[in-house]
């Protein structure tokens, strides 16, 4: 496998889901996926963030505790050329509102313990309606 230099977190796994399908790419206490598994779902959240019109070099915020889906993620804005900004989740709503605004994010990516408290938010962040996405 030739790996060079600039090869990204999107590229590893579609390299090892060609080479490695069934191997295990990722699990968590209830899940496991394998490689092809993992470069399907990272190929379909790049594609979902290009159809909200969250293109390459635009940034989307996440809001959400340490789970598997964030391999997800990293991988598809690795595939998409997107830019992550992760938000910690003890943050408080003017917090979240700061960050999301300072970096410009065109999409955030919401668990389901703070869905509440973004919509609190919401009319005041600069986010399209339909590029919130719930987990």
């Not at 060079?4 to 977190?9: C, F, G, I, P």
């Not at 999107?10 to 090892?16: D, P």
Request: with cysteine.
């Amino acid at each position: 496998m030739n790996i060079s230099k600039w090869t990204h977190a999107g590229t590893i796994v579609k390299m090892n889901a060609l080479n490695y399908p069934d191997k295990l790419g990722w699990q968590d206490k209830a899940r496991e996926f394998t490689f092809k598994e993992w470069n399907e779902r990272s190929c379909r959240f790049a594609n979902g963030l290009t159809a909200m019109g969250v293109g390459q070099k635009d940034s989307f915020a996440v809001l959400a505790y340490n789970r598997g889906e964030w391999m997800d993620i990293y991988a598809g804005c690795a595939k998409g050329g997107q830019m992550v900004v992760p938000i910690m989740f003890r943050l408080a709503a003017p917090d979240i509102q700061y960050i999301a605004e300072h970096s410009e994010c065109k999409a955030i990516v919401v668990e389901a313990p703070f869905v509440e408290m973004v919509d609190g938010i919401r009319g005041n962040l600069q986010i399209p309606e339909g590029n919130f996405i719930y987990l």
